[in-house]
């Protein structure tokens, strides 16, 4: 059974910190792409950023870049999403989500809900 399980979600202050894990399992996560998404209330999803099956490549949504970090650990079956100077426009539920390397199979996480605020 595929499995993508987010976690790492809260509420922190405006410049603050978290990191987001996502642990896969049911499929071979090495042959994924893994990204992050989210959705705020009211707005359509918006991608956050992802990375490449081996990790050597990311691209990040320019609201994010230079705040965001994904990474992945391939022999954890984990992505990670470290969130850093986190701002008012950040809240969200934010996703995970694995896209095959070869194929159109995609697979998303349930979500974990993300609260800035002082």
């Known amino acids: 059974q595929v499995q993508l399980v987010e976690s790492g979600g809260g509420l922190v202050q405006p410049g603050g910190s978290l990191r987001l894990s996502c642990a896969a399992s049911?499929?071979?996560?090495?042959?994924?792409?893994m990204s992050w998404v989210r959705q705020a209330p009211g707005k359509e999803r918006e991608f956050v950023a992802s990375?490449?099956?081996?990790?050597?490549?990311?691209l990040y949504a320019d609201s994010v870049k230079g705040r965001f970090t994904i990474s992945r650990d391939n022999a954890k079956n984990t992505v990670y999403l470290q969130m850093n100077s986190l701002k008012p426009e950040d809240p969200a539920v934010y996703y995970c989500?694995?896209?095959?390397?070869?194929?159109?199979?995609?697979?998303w996480g349930q979500g974990t809900q993300v609260t800035v605020s002082s």
């Open positions: 990375i490449t099956w081996s990790g050597g490549s990311a």
């Open positions: 989500k694995a896209r095959a390397v070869v194929g159109v199979t995609a697979y």
């Open positions: 049911g499929f071979t996560f090495s042959n994924y792409y």
